[in-house]
């Protein structure tokens, strides 16, 4: 019940009036619907099968003047009176399933937006513990099963609506044969609680089955070309198989589990008839007409009755994916970064001094005693630039996505311009920065959108010299539609080093107060390489470099060198400084790769 109430506080926030418009439109079908049931009963009467003086049946009484009309006119104006009823219901019907359907759509597209604005706007540290595919999952597959869920509550409502009229109707016609269904119908559904109850079951599983599939299938895809290397096509072969034969049975003990209940319902329904009818005929020598009142009452009550068991089964079964829904919505919502500004509103900042990190400890799990940054303090002076280096593991990345304001200091202080870094100043702060990560992300579209989605106003030879500058301005040239070549999955495939050259563009295209390239040449020939450090070097005293680069050789031009080892700094100073000092991690990291060289 709680759940059917959450659910419908949501469709009513996103639809506000029309929920309770249709509501009222359901109740109108519900009473043209009874209304044409009572149309029988003349029917019936002119038609000759039911005596209209028969007592004890209320409504007859009322209607005994059909009596004085002639069949010649009476037949032909009830029949009438009863199609237009029938088109009046079916009209309106035809509507409110539109509307319906409106809503459930529209409560679809609701909670999609509702959940990925959320998302959107969580912070890092909630996508970093995420399983990037559950996530997938949730705003694909459990998000349309909630809908569906929805639209099930909506059906639940419909139906209890309907049920209450037609109960009502039959209160008039025949309380105590109406008592005894309703008792029954009671009876059933409590017995029937351990179907909602399994319902429930499956829908967990179906929830689990699902995440397990996307997320297997995800990851799978992602790593085929291990898969492939590695001959693992058996070993995955195995694990399809069984996990879409474990999806095919959920299915059918789903199908299995309404029908039997849909069954208890049926057989229920003609025992209680046949029941019924022989203690009426041989203890109560009821009449023909009570007699055809009960069949009447039971086909008409006990569908909807057995509705409400369905809708109650189809709502439990939505319930995990929507609550799971819910639960992203308030973790993101816990994660929650920013307040929503409007991209306007942010001004960039242009570094004039430079950032200072002081006394910054973080660690990604409170409960780990080690910390990734520990104690961390630099200073980064402005249009210079900066290299980090250190071993793999030593907080590099950790230390740019603090920068970035990523990740947040567990103490410390972050200070650029010499006041310390708010809220509200970290949107300016990443405007102000290009990052160029080792791996760089291309959209699925043409080079010129690529381009255009993160400086909307570039022109063309904005465009071109941002090109030129990354070394990517021949390759592009040389596209079959240049600018306009569709790349990604779905276009040209770029290889690592024009990926990367491509990424450089789009970031320098920025025009950013500061540039971060993680790794970003990593990928790059040497030549083309070298090409790139002179048009980085040419940056100097206009931008603020920030690099980090495994390969020493990169850096030489740095105008600082932080070495990093274990999330703390063990050493500063420029290139040839650190370069002459023996028995240090730089010197040794040196060293390495001179002999690595060789
Ligand atoms: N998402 C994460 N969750 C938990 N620990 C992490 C996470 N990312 C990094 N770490 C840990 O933080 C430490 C620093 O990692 P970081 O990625 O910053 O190193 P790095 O110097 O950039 O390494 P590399 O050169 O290999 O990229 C490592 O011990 C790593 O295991």
Redesign the pocket.
Known sequence: MKTIIYFLKQIHAFSGKIVYINLLAMTGIGLLEGAAVLLLIPLISISGIIDMSVKGIPLLDKLSFIEEIPPSVGLPAILIFYVLLVIGQSLVRRQLTVKNTRIQMGFLRYMQVKTYQLLLHANWQFF??QRKSDLVNILTAEIGRSSLGAYSVLQFIASTVFSAIQIGLAFILSPSITAFVLLCGAVLIFFNRKFLKRSLALGKRDYELGREYIGGVTDQMNGIKDIKSNTLEASRMIWFRSITKSMEDQQVNYKRLKATSQLYYKVASAVLIAVFIYFALMMFQAQAAQLLLVVAIFSRIWPTVAGIQASLEQIATTVPSFKAVIALQNDCRSAKEFEMINEEDIVKIKLQHGIDLNHIYF???KN?H?Y??DDINIAIPANRMTA?V????????????MLLGLNKPETGQIIIDGEPLTHTQLLSLRKSISYVP?DPFVFNTSIRENLLLVVPEANESDMWEALRFSSAAEFVRNLPDGLDTLIGDRGIKLSGGERQRLVLARAILRKPSILVL??ATSALDSETEAIIQKALDSLKGKMTIIV?A?RLSTIQNADQVVV?D??KVIQRGGFNELAKRKESTFYDLLNRQAQAFN
């Open positions: 970093i513990k660690r990604y799990d780990e080690k990734a940054l980090f250190g071993r793999s593991g030593a907080g590099k990345s950790t230390l740019i996505d080792q993680d790794e980090i495994h990093l274990e999330g």
